[in-house]
């Protein structure tokens, strides 16, 4: 798997796929690239980039602290070394966070937005559970823990309220890790963003639920 320095470390990525636009991908905690590989076959048309977060996967794992800012400087960072000027960004659970950073920090680099099971908040009971799951992973996975750390504060509802590419928010109504409540708050903050609940589907639609590939194919027509 190849790799480039971006923001001062390490990343694995690959590419697939052909197209006038890239898309990049960005998985959820404790995952990696390969999250994608089932998916990516059903979306034609495009260059797929998909890499490993900063502490997962193949990519390197400094030591913390991480935050979805220091994420999304890493996304940046990896199109500006691969030579993508703009991409449509793609983020699943964490990674969708980390998509929200991208383009609130770097909207130059966005032609559209796609969120999966996603949030732009953390409320205080989810943020207990995060910093515990950080706490026991201490000991024996330093970066994962300071992942933890990392999605266990947030809050971009205001920021995410100046976002003005095309954005599509697809999520499950019965997902326990990233309730549809927090995607019907993405799409209020974001203006014109497209929303699609699917019921009795958790936290991965992609996979769970046929018509949420075709919904993302439909989407994606405006940039083929």
């Known amino acids: 798997m190849p790799s480039v320095q971006a923001n001062g470390i390490e990343h694995c990525y690959e590419f697939t796929g052909e197209g006038p636009n890239t ?10 690239h390969d999250t994608w590989n089932d998916v990516l076959p059903g979306v034609p048309g495009f260059r797929h980039l998909a890499y490993c977060v900063r502490g997962m996967g193949d990519s390197a794992k400094p030591a913390g602290p991480y935050d979805l800012e220091l994420w999304a400087a890493d996304c940046a960072a990896l199109l500006d070394a691969l030579g993508v000027d703009q991409a449509i960004v793609a983020g699943h659970s964490m990674g969708g966070a980390i998509a929200q950073r991208v383009a609130i920090d770097y909207p130059h680099k966005l032609k559209g937005l796609f969120l ?14 995060w910093m515990k799951r950080a706490d026991e992973l201490e000991a ?21 309220k100046g976002i003005q590419v095309p954005t599509l928010i697809v999520v499950g109504d019965k997902d ?5 409540g927090g995607s019907v708050i993405i799409s209020r903050c974001i203006e014109d963003a497209e929303l699609e609940i699917y019921p009795g589907i958790g936290h991965m639609p992609l996979r769970e639920e046929p018509k949420s590939v075709q919904r993302l194919n439909a989407w994606l027509d405006a940039f083929r």
């Not at 898309?23 to 990696?32: A, D, E, F, L």
């Not at 999966?116 to 559970?129: F, I, M, P, Y």
């Not at 994962?144 to 205001?158: F, I, K, L, Q, S």
């Open 23 to 32: 898309i990049v991908w960005i998985h959820g905690i404790g995952s990696n």
């Open 140 to 160: 024996t996975s330093p970066p994962m823990a300071a992942a933890n750390r990392a999605v266990a504060r947030y809050n971009m509802d205001e920021e995410i």
């Open 176 to 180: 326990p890790t990233t309730p549809a």
């Open 116 to 129: 999966l099971a996603t949030s732009s908040r953390v409320g205080a009971a989810a943020e207990a559970s």
